[in-house]
């Protein structure tokens, strides 16, 4: 396994990657690290469908607001290039902030509409840090793919747009939502919770298993659904919600009914710290 630190040891070394007749196919699983199974998960699959997988690790300080918990985030780095190896990745590149904002850096990218949504409420520059570094990492590594997950999923959506209207050539693949056996979805946030919390924070998934429920037996009003489950929030004396909203999966549009191309969406605090989880609902699914 390859670490590279350096932009343009990076591009030196993707010149290598596609030197000779047969062209490699590159990955990039982008991380901020403190590795877990969600992240092993993109890994598994780029590792599937792609020959040389790159993971980039980079606590990405412009996807931070003033006072969350950007000096906090966990970094494990020696831990994190242990786990990458031990599960095949051929190249860990780890830029430092200098590299990727240097000095006097004014150029952001934002998906306009998508981005002030859902967590872009409340965390207002959160996707125009994300989309930014985003687009970086990909004009760097220049990947035939990108591997992101499920629980990410207006993340998703606002790369998945920013591919489509900026012309990028690669492809963009989702993968499922990874939990612990109680149903918690994996996060590396997940470490802040106290023991209390920990067990408080079941709630979210406890509400997404609840609505699906409810629209199997033919329940679609979003209104019903919603307020079942801020009832759900509230009986949690731990929890406090955020949001929970029910939108169109194409232009994350609040819907009245289940539709389709539904996701509902949640985040909540449980304690201090901020989850976020979601579900797509089928109203076919219904009995």
Request: charged share 25%; proline share 5%.
């Given at each position: 396994m390859q670490?590279?630190?350096?932009?343009?040891?990076?591009?030196?070394?993707?010149?290598?990657?596609?030197?000779?007749?047969?062209?490699?196919?590159?990955?990039?699983?982008?991380?901020?690290?403190?590795?877990?199974?969600?992240h092993l998960s993109l890994i598994r699959r780029a590792k599937q469908i792609s020959d040389h997988v790159v993971v980039s690790i980079f606590v990405n300080?412009?996807?931070?607001?003033?006072?969350?918990?950007?000096?906090r985030y966990p970094r494990m780095l020696e831990q994190d290039l242990l786990v990458s190896e031990k599960n095949g990745v051929d190249s860990v590149f780890i830029p430092e902030i200098s590299q990727i904002y240097?000095?006097?850096?004014?150029?952001?990218?934002?998906?306009?509409?998508?981005?002030?949504?859902?967590?872009?409420?409340?965390?207002?520059?959160?996707?125009?840090g994300v989309t930014t570094v985003v687009l970086k990492l990909l004009n760097i590594v220049e990947p035939n793919l990108?591997?992101?997950?499920?629980?990410?999923?207006?993340q998703s959506?606002?790369?998945?747009?920013?591919?489509?209207?900026?012309?990028?050539?690669?492809e963009i693949v989702i993968c499922p939502i990874v939990r612990e056996a109680?149903?918690?979805?994996?996060?590396s946030r997940n470490r802040y919770l106290k023991a209390a919390e920990r067990e408080a924070a079941t709630v979210l998934f406890q509400c997404l298993e609840w609505a699906k429920q409810k629209v199997a037996e033919g329940e679609l009003r979003a209104e019903s659904?919603?307020?079942?489950?801020?009832?759900?929030?509230?009986?949690?004396?731990?929890?406090?919600l955020d949001y929970a909203e029910i939108v169109d999966t194409n232009d994350l549009a609040p819907l009245t009914r289940v539709e389709e191309n539904s996701l509902l969406a949640l985040a909540a605090f449980i304690g201090t710290t901020r989850l976020i989880d979601n579900a797509l609902l089928r109203p076919n699914d219904a009995a």
């Open positions: 670490v590279v630190r350096g932009i343009s040891e990076f591009k030196w070394l993707r010149s290598r990657l596609r030197e000779g007749q047969t062209q490699t196919k590159l990955s990039l699983v982008p991380t901020m690290g403190a590795l877990h199974e969600g300080p412009a996807q931070f607001a003033p006072g969350e918990d950007f000096e240097p000095e006097g850096f004014r150029s952001f990218v934002t998906v306009e509409g998508l981005s002030q949504k859902l967590c872009g409420t409340s965390r207002p520059n959160h996707f125009r990108a591997v992101f997950g499920q629980k990410d999923a207006q959506i606002i790369i998945r747009r920013m591919v489509r209207d900026l012309n990028l050539d690669l109680d149903g918690l979805a994996l996060s659904i919603l307020s079942g489950i801020n009832k759900r929030i509230e009986d949690e004396p731990l929890a406090r």
